[in-house]
């Protein structure tokens, strides 16, 4: 018992399809925006809205037991273990605002050219798209 076309396997089949498809000349509208627009982690960090690079984000997780280094500035959170490597984590909160005590948000695992960072956030929003021209510098204190 044959199949249509003398094809007996469904890889036959899913090849002959395609190639039906390449003969019709059918595409896809192609994407224009593509590198104008950013992909990215939202968060809250002290009242602002921040955006990560998706590329960079290995993981978002809750608190870990992080170990604090002594004699470093209070936005050093101190070094955990992620996956077996040592990490350091940056609170951003205490960094933009220096009288800040909050220790409480999830930590966003960054990775860049093979090195692993965290940094603490008061809240992740959740990934987004977003066209470049959407964005602002961020205000300067003092800029009224």
């Known amino acids: 018992m044959k199949k249509a076309g003398g094809f007996h396997t469904p890889l036959q089949q899913l090849l002959?399809?395609?190639?039906?498809?390449?003969?019709?000349g059918a595409r896809l509208p192609e994407d224009t925006d593509q590198d104008k627009r950013f992909h990215g982690i939202k968060c809250d960090v002290g009242g602002n809205n921040c955006l990560v690079d998706i590329r960079l984000v290995s993981e978002v997780i809750e608190d870990k037991h992080i170990?604090?280094?002594?004699?470093?500035?209070?936005?050093?959170?101190?070094?955990?273990?992620?996956?077996?490597?040592?990490v350091a984590v940056y609170n951003i909160n205490?960094?933009?605002?220096?009288d800040s005590d909050d220790s409480a948000?999830?930590?966003i695992i960054l990775r860049y050219d093979n090195e692993l960072s965290a940094i603490r956030v008061d809240q992740v929003v959740g990934m987004q798209k977003y066209l470049l021209e959407d964005f602002r510098p961020a205000e300067e204190p003092g800029d009224d």
């Open 94 to 98: 205490r960094f933009l605002h220096q």
């Open 105 to 107: 948000g999830p930590l």
């Open 16 to 24: 002959l399809l395609e190639e039906r498809i390449r003969l019709a």
């Open 67 to 86: 170990t604090p280094i002594p004699c470093c500035v209070d936005w050093i959170e101190g070094v955990m273990n992620y996956r077996g490597a040592l």
